[in-house]
C-alpha cells in the first residue's frame, strides 16, 4: 500500500504561480512514476505530468513551458511547479503513481483544488 499526502493548492490570479508537493508513504520501493492529473467540472480527468524514478518526464501539450515536474527520492516526494497559470489551468489536482510493472495498480491522492481566476 502507498499513502500519498497532497498540499500547495489555492486560489491565485491569471499569470501567477503555485507549487504543488505530494509526499509518498508505505511500499514507497514500488513506486516507479510519479506524477499529476488534473479534472475540471464536467471533464474526463487528464495527465499534467509525470516523472520517473530515473527523472524522465513527460508533459500534457497544454503546460508545456510553463509546469515544471521534479522530485526528490530521499523524500519520496513530487512536486510541480505551476507558472504562468490560466483560469484553464483550474481544476482539482491528484496526485499519482505508477509501479514498474502493468500489473501493479495506481495509488492516487486526495485531490487539492487549484483555482486560477482571470
Known amino acids: 500500500q502507498v499513502q500519498l499526502v497532497e498540499s500547495g493548492g489555492g486560489l491565485v490570479q491569471a499569470g501567477g504561480s503555485l507549487r504543488l508537493s505530494c509526499a509518498a508513504s508505505?511500499?514507497?520501493?514500488?513506486?516507479?512514476?510519479m506524477g499529476w492529473y488534473r479534472q475540471a467540472p464536467g471533464k474526463q480527468r487528464e495527465l499534467v505530468s509525470s516523472?520517473?524514478?530515473?527523472?524522465?518526464?513527460n508533459y500534457a501539450d497544454s503546460v508545456k513551458g510553463r509546469f515544471t515536474i521534479s522530485r526528490d527520492n530521499a523524500k519520496n516526494t513530487v512536486y510541480l511547479q505551476m507558472n504562468s497559470l490560466k483560469p484553464e489551468d483550474s481544476a482539482v489536482y491528484y496526485c499519482n503513481t505508477k509501479g514498474y510493472f502493468l500489473k501493479d495498480r495506481d495509488y492516487w491522492g486526495q485531490g487539492t483544488q487549484v483555482t486560477v481566476s482571470s
Open positions: 508505505g511500499s514507497i520501493f514500488s513506486i516507479n512514476t
Open positions: 516523472i520517473t524514478r530515473g527523472g524522465s518526464t
